[in-house]
């Protein structure tokens, strides 16, 4: 999904409509990223994040260590990451959303299954209200800003749009000028009235996934088969939903952005979980194959492989390197994603043929636990 971000305009990504015309290919490769990607792969790993909160605990038990103080530093560590990817190299970082609200979900840890599903329940319940409270707000708003708004992140005109690309195909310094209000309005304004409210919700659903055995691939196939039926049967037809009426009606901002988003919003939930139940399932069958072990190889990587995609893509895109933002339409997006994919299973491969961790995973280990941590792998 990022690859939208790293090479349009920002509007482009919240009205896919805003930039080029949906059309042949184009509104193929629109669709099936936004039905089968948009939201579903981050309530992923936001609830593997929750889950790693439980696991990273009971292994320092295990150890003899304070799970506070370990916990403490690994959020102040992937907060500093974060600051300097988003202010950096790419404002649309995930990573101090992450420490955020990690560093608050960790209180959680305790609570059982149950109680973890349900507050998560209300997190997201509350993300959903304040969208659809500031959409019914809109009459009162002081004159002028919610045109400014609208015209902003949804439907600027040609100046606007020429400017950001002129912009982001300019030098690091000048990108700054763009980059870095950018990514303080996601760090503030945006994380208050939504990110805080889904990460954390999904954070502790993952938590309740985990005590539930879930990620383990310990629960039946009858257990996973429902989460399937459930969360695809629900999801799936949510997501279509919304773009159907998003289409309908011509993606108007107010209703588009605060009401009909919540179609994915709640949708993409639910195919996230069945997502979830597809892997165990595959897990359960076949754990010699030589395709999951390239998956998890990329998986062990995953904050390397992360941050690894803005380093290749903002080279690729903004000034300081080949300056393509604005120039690769939908269809030739679809195609850099494929060669990054296989760039980064390559280089994940050969990477932990060499060392045990990837170079940002060593980097934060190390800060977490306050000491040099060994990467070279004892096997080679």
Known sequence: MNIQSYSMPGSAYLNPTSFESLEDNHLWV???????????????????????????????????????????????????????????????????????CGFLMYYFRTKKSKSLFRTGIIFLAIGSAISLLLGYSVPFWEPGQFNALRDRIWSPDSSMIMDEITTYRSNWERQMLMRAPSAFELQTQVFVTETFWRVSGLMLIGMGFYKKRVFSSKQSKKYYRKMVIYGMGTGLPLVVAGVLINFHYDWSFRESFYYYSQFNYWGSIGMAIGYIAIVMMVVKTNTRSKILNRFAQVGRMALSNYLMQSIVCTFIFYGHGFGLFGDLDRSAQAFMVLVIWIFLFVFSAVWLKFFRYGPFEWLWRSFSYGKIQPITNPSY
């Open 30 to 100: 629109w669709l099936i990223s936004h039905v089968f990607a948009d939201q579903k792969f981050m309530s992923v790993f936001s609830m593997l994040f929750g889950a790693s909160i439980i696991m990273i605990s009971s292994k320092a038990k295990k150890e003899q260590l304070r799970s506070g103080n370990l916990q403490s530093r690994r959020f102040v560590g992937l907060l500093v990451l974060g600051i300097l990817h988003a202010y950096l190299l790419w404002s649309g970082d995930i990573l101090v959303a992450y420490a955020i």
